[in-house]
């Protein structure tokens, strides 16, 4: 037990004895897309590696996100491959619960999947890949070997605080946790400092869904329907996206994702918190709007909602590298460093007090390449990221972060931990050439 001392101000922890848990190779910290790809990939390269999540299932967005469609996988109107294209096909193959495959116009395909499937789908598969998972374990602390190197992570848990020691760690947290514990250098928001509007998706049922789609072929946002509602004293909230909404997987349901809380930091709990009531809230003020005005869903109900709040951005590392919004526009290849293939509009939701989407006008038959160096914070040795926290502009950033995409760049970050560890390399000195030809050699295609 640990010892404190109180002041007026804080307290100070004298004593803690900590039980190392586990040590290893390769500790990857998050199970979301992001960490999925890492752990799978590092795991079945031999390492002895060990994935970490503060939820009770894997999956992050995936799983909690209501049915949130899976995309970014197919940069190029062709599949990243590798560990992305192989869970998307045990999706898109589950029999009578298999994915809605949909062309989206500017955003590419779009798997729309059950969730709460998935949630049992991917249980089934870390298990017979006899992969080692923690869960329902919160990284708290990083335990530092040097100013730039990460000995291991300390991890809270219904078993009390413990310790994982690792040659290399993965830090797919997605708010780059430990890189910001173990002093790692990040920026937050865009030029103006303000963060995309985090959201809650759900899906409404036993609506008539004939009439749905009869009514928004004239009003696909409900604009007129909302202005009615308005001069009746019905709120709805202005900073809500009402144009996103679409047929759901299951029959008589659709998926709507237009709630937008804005500015909300994840990395603070406070905000986190006044998000997530909110948005619920919010959710109530859109069912009684739809019950009341919107043709079809007269009877409609709340079938489910994300299990907690999806924040689009916070933390962005400062890596070896730097994806450009440039990057981004002018699709510009990078052979010599490229990990992912991508494609993406930048979806800049409800920034700040602005409400502007930033949707540039992609080729969806064209790509740009994300390097390797994105993924590597300047500030670290033994540390690398996977996910939304990677080096970038932060509308190259909105562009870059789909559920498959982000698969794919677990894997790059997973065999480079792997590679990191054995080599005993810092992974800004990792062999690019070495790094992509193992990508290639598990089934990514890379474009070179």
């Known amino acids: 037990m640990a010892e404190y001392d109180v002041t007026n101000f804080n307290v100070i922890c004298r004593y803690q004895n900590l039980p190392i848990r586990w040590t290893g190779d390769v500790i990857v910290a998050g199970g979301g897309p992001g960490g999925l790809g890492a752990a799978i990939a590092a795991h079945r390269s031999g390492a002895k590696t060990i994935l970490i999540e503060k939820n009770g299932f894997l999956g992050g967005m995936m799983s909690y996100g209501c049915g949130m469609p899976l995309g970014g996988a197919y940069p190029g109107m062709k599949s990243i491959g590798g560990i992305a294209e192989e869970l998307l096909s045990l999706v898109r193959n589950a029999g009578q619960d298999a994915a809605d495959v949909r062309h989206i116009p500017l955003f590419g395909d779009w798997y729309f999947h059950d969730s709460e499937f998935f949630k049992s789908l991917i249980a089934e598969f870390v298990l017979k890949e006899k992969m080692e998972v923690l869960l329902h374990s919160f990284v708290s602390d990083v335990i530092m070997d040097s100013k730039r190197r990460v000995k291991g992570i300390v991890i809270d848990s219904k078993s009390g605080r413990e310790v994982l020691i690792g040659k290399t760690i993965v830090d797919a947290t997605g708010d780059a946790d430990i890189c910001t514990r173990a002093g790692a250098h990040y920026e ?261």
């Not at 079809?296 to 299990?307: Q, V």
């Not at 990191?420 to 690019?432: L, S, T, V």
């Open 188 to 448: 937050v928001g865009d030029e103006h400092g303000d963060l995309m509007g985090v959201t809650i998706p759900y899906i409404l049922a036993d609506v008539d869904t004939e009439k749905y789609l009869k009514y928004i072929a004239e009003d696909k946002d409900f604009s007129k329907l909302r202005a009615k509602a308005k001069a009746d004293g019905i709120f709805t909230n202005e900073d809500d996206k009402f144009g996103s909404h679409h047929l759901g997987q299951r029959p008589n349901t659709v998926f709507v994702n237009s709630v937008r809380v804005r500015n909300i930091n994840g990395t603070k709990v406070e905000e986190l918190t006044f998000g997530e009531l909110e948005s619920r809230v919010r959710m109530l003020q859109h069912l009684n709007f739809f019950r009341k005005y919107v043709p079809g869903f007269e009877k409609c109900y709340i079938a489910s909602s994300g299990a907690e709040i999806g924040v689009r951005d916070s933390r962005r590392i400062i890596g070896e590298d730097y994806l450009t919004q440039e990057d981004c526009l002018e699709v510009r290849k990078q052979p010599d460093k490229t990990i992912l293939r991508c494609q993406g509009p930048f979806d800049d939701i409800s920034r700040g007090k602005r409400t502007d989407v930033s949707f540039n006008q992609v080729d969806v038959n064209d790509y740009y390449d994300i390097p390797y160096g994105v993924l590597v914070p300047k500030d670290l040795d033994n540390v690398i990221v996977s996910g939304r926290t990677f080096s970038s502009n932060p509308r190259a950033q909105a562009g870059s972060r789909g559920q498959g995409l982000l698969l794919g760049m677990g894997q790059a970050a997973g065999t480079a931990a792997v590679m990191a560890a054995r080599e005993g390399a810092a992974f800004k000195d990792i062999n690019i050439k070495a790094l992509q030809k193992q990508l290639v050699e598990a089934g990514c295609d890379l474009g070179i």
